[in-house]
């Protein structure tokens, strides 16, 4: 979708410490980034830095973008291109600012603002992992086709993005989240703060008696390899309370859509810590008043990273059916499966092709009608 499309789309990575401005056409970046400072507790100084951050992109292209489309932190009003609420990194947008319309008025340009999460998730359904995926079922002689993904980012946040039957899934308000569920080890607090940045940091702390601050996830991850001075014991079992609470998280949201899950993010670096735990808790099983065991989640859960694993969900379980009352025979397949991913795009590149097809499927979807 849009591989092969010649229409230029500007991108922004907004960042509360740093503005990347690039442009995008045909999945690929057409121009060198720019980087300027966020300064993003002043509006007048954040917004004067945008303005001149969009004018050089457009200086440096051969032909008028068609649209403006970028990520940016909420909370917001996105279909309005309205950002305002609590932003810890855009304070001076917390009263309210109507981007998308200065931008728009400014530059004569559609503007698209979305979720990050949102833009990850469609990014990977177009143009990343769920094509790929769809590609090496038909390669391997299978003949289903999946359209429905999760996107989560593991970062300094637990953020989602949810595509349904190929369509960005928006919901109502612009509110699709996991973040906010119970965390499954501490009923009483959001998933999230044990399945972030700061929860890797605040648990290899507690189980290692170490308080140093300046910790980064990274540092604990060398600390599990050991090649950092620390407690290798204590990073390893960080990163798995990490991959238990998220796995919980996606198991209700795999039950409830039914879909594939890539996940994205700085964290997946130390995946092969995270994804074991994640795993696990997506395949447990709760058990109803009567003593029934039922799976967490009522499909069989494969890691789609493992090459064994890739093949026996691409098979399932098919067998012939006799068609009652004749000696006709249906194939029968009662295995309903799902698996998870790590992107192969990464989440930056991810986002700027989620930002880039939501902007052309939306000035293609506003012509038709």
Not at 46 to 63: A, N, P, S, W, Y
Not at 123 to 148: M, Q, S
């Amino acid at each position: 979708m849009y591989k092969n499309d010649n229409r230029t789309v500007i991108t922004l990575d907004a960042g509360g410490t740093n503005l990347v401005f690039s442009a995008m056409r045909g999945y690929e970046f057409i121009v060198d980034p720019i980087t300027l400072p966020s300064c993003s507790d002043d509006l007048d100084r954040c917004l004067g830095t945008m303005v001149k951050g969009f004018r050089q992109v457009i200086e440096q292209l051969d032909e008028k973008p068609v649209a403006i489309s970028f990520a940016f932190p909420g909370p917001a009003d996105y279909r309005n291109g309205i950002i305002g609420g609590y932003l810890p990194n855009f304070p001076s947008f917390r009263d309210g600012v109507a981007l998308g319309p200065f931008l728009s008025k400014t530059f004569g340009l559609p503007v698209f603002i979305n979720n990050d999460g949102d833009l990850f998730a469609f990014g990977e359904a177009t143009g990343g992992i769920l094509p790929e995926i769809n590609r090496r079922i038909k390669e391997l002689g299978g003949t289903r086709v999946y359209t429905n993904l999760l996107g989560y980012t593991f970062g300094t946040g637990l953020g989602i993005g949810s595509v349904i039957n190929g369509r960005l899934n928006l919901g109502n308000n612009s509110c699709v989240e996991t973040f906010c569920l119970r965390n499954k080890c501490m009923p009483e607090i959001i998933a999230e703060e044990g399945a972030s940045i700061r929860a890797i940091k605040r648990e290899y702390a507690s189980l290692s008696g170490d308080s140093d601050s300046s910790l980064t996830p990274y540092d604990i991850f060398l600390i599990a390899e050991g090649k950092k001075e620390g407690k290798p014991e204590a990073a390893v079992k960080a990163f798995e309370k990490f991959g238990e609470i998220a796995g919980d998280a996606f198991a209700t949201a795999v039950t409830l859509t039914d879909s594939l899950v890539v996940v994205g993010g700085g964290l997946t670096g130390a995946a092969k810590y995270i994804m074991p735990a994640l795993l696990r808790e997506m395949r447990s099983t709760l058990s109803t008043m009567g003593g029934e065991s039922v799976q967490r989640v009522q499909m069989r859960v494969f890691d789609l990273d493992d090459e064994l694993e890739f093949a026996k969900f691409v098979v399932g379980d098919p067998h012939p059916l006799r068609v009652y009352g004749s000696d006709d025979t249906v194939t029968y397949d009662p295995m309903k499966r799902t698996g998870v991913a790590l992107s192969k795009l990464g989440a930056s590149k991810a986002i700027s092709i989620g930002a880039y097809v939501y902007a052309l499927s939306e000035i293609d979807r506003q012509q038709v009608s």
